[in-house]
């Protein structure tokens, strides 16, 4: 469904006291997604996995290689393809306060890509706004709420219905759960979980918590200095990998002990970390 051939990006950073610095962002990358599939990409700051996600969503243009959604170029100028493409590639970001515009209702928040997207009437898309909040574990009361009057918990599942609302077949998870405390991190992972399961949904989950991946995603790949120095098929088996960074990544995360909270029924895996 997706494929990414041979991409590379490269920014110029220029210093106070130095000429024009080029740095490669994404160098020589080639990955595949399939459909119903969550591939983990992860990487130090800096990896340039996050460049990578903007490759995705067409917000950042490849020096070089390809990318393609459905066999469509994601860098097409043609009206028609870039309307589907961007109906069908969702994302959900980090930081869900600067997602979303805070003087709207979360009712119209949920509306925008409806609107550019699904032929509905008001009443029809007002009863489908309901039903996306109760999809995200949300009431229909909140369609009528402000974002800072819900949680950042909260707010993040607003900007999952929005996400989903126009039924893509590939949402982008950017650091989709890092802003959040650990038990609503667990929360959100369910849901997506339970919504891929229902809607079979792809997903792009950017991150550099490998105890979310093991969750969490089906497949990883592991980014260092903008190239793909690691990939695992099975999730299950990351704990062996061998790659300095994959090694850093496994080594920095918390330890499971009595801090983390048990796993809610959806996201059990059966091997641990170690």
């Known amino acids: 469904m997706l494929m990414i051939q041979h991409v590379s990006k490269c920014y110029e950073q220029r210093g106070w006291f130095r000429l024009k610095e080029r740095i490669q962002a994404v160098s020589d990358v080639t990955l595949t997604l399939?459909?119903?599939?969550?591939?983990?990409?992860?990487?130090?700051?800096?990896?340039?996995?996050?460049?990578?996600?903007?490759l995705i969503l067409g917000i950042e243009q490849p020096d070089c290689g390809t990318i393609l959604f459905n066999n469509i170029n994601v860098c097409t100028t043609v009206?028609?393809?870039?309307?589907?493409?961007?109906?069908?590639?969702?994302v959900v970001f980090q930081d869900c306060q600067n997602a979303v515009n805070p003087n709207m209702k979360i009712k119209d928040i949920i509306a925008e890509p409806m609107e550019l997207h699904l032929s509905l009437s008001k009443s029809?898309?007002?009863?489908?706004?309901e039903q996306l909040l109760q999809q995200v574990g949300l009431v229909s009361s909140d369609a009528y709420k402000y974002p800072h009057q819900l949680s950042g918990g909260q707010l993040q599942r607003v900007t999952i219905a929005r996400a989903i609302a126009t039924e893509p077949k590939l949402i982008v998870l950017d650091e989709s759960i890092n802003s959040l405390d650990v038990?609503?991190?667990v929360s959100i992972l369910k849901l997506l979980k339970q919504?891929?399961?229902?809607?079979?949904?792809?997903?792009?989950?950017?991150?550099h918590d490998l105890h979310a991946v093991k969750?969490?995603?089906?497949?990883?790949?592991?980014m260092d200095?903008?190239?793909?120095?690691?990939?695992?098929s099975d999730v299950t088996q990351i704990c062996n990998m061998t790659h300095p960074v994959s090694r850093r990544l496994l080594a920095a995360r918390l330890p499971i002990s009595s801090k983390r909270p048990p796993q809610p029924h959806g996201l059990e895996r059966e091997e641990h970390v170690s």
């Open 215 to 222: 969750l969490f995603a089906d497949e990883v790949a592991v």
């Open 195 to 207: 919504l891929q399961r229902a809607k079979g949904f792809s997903y792009f989950f950017i991150t």
């Open 183 to 185: 038990l609503v991190q």
């Open 79 to 90: 009206k028609e393809s870039k309307k589907f493409l961007q109906k069908n590639i969702q």
């Open 225 to 232: 200095k903008g190239e793909i120095v690691e990939y695992v």
């Open 34 to 54: 399939r459909p119903g599939i969550c591939l983990a990409v992860v990487g130090e700051s800096g990896s340039g996995k996050t460049t990578l996600g903007k």
């Open 124 to 129: 029809e898309r007002l009863k489908k706004i």
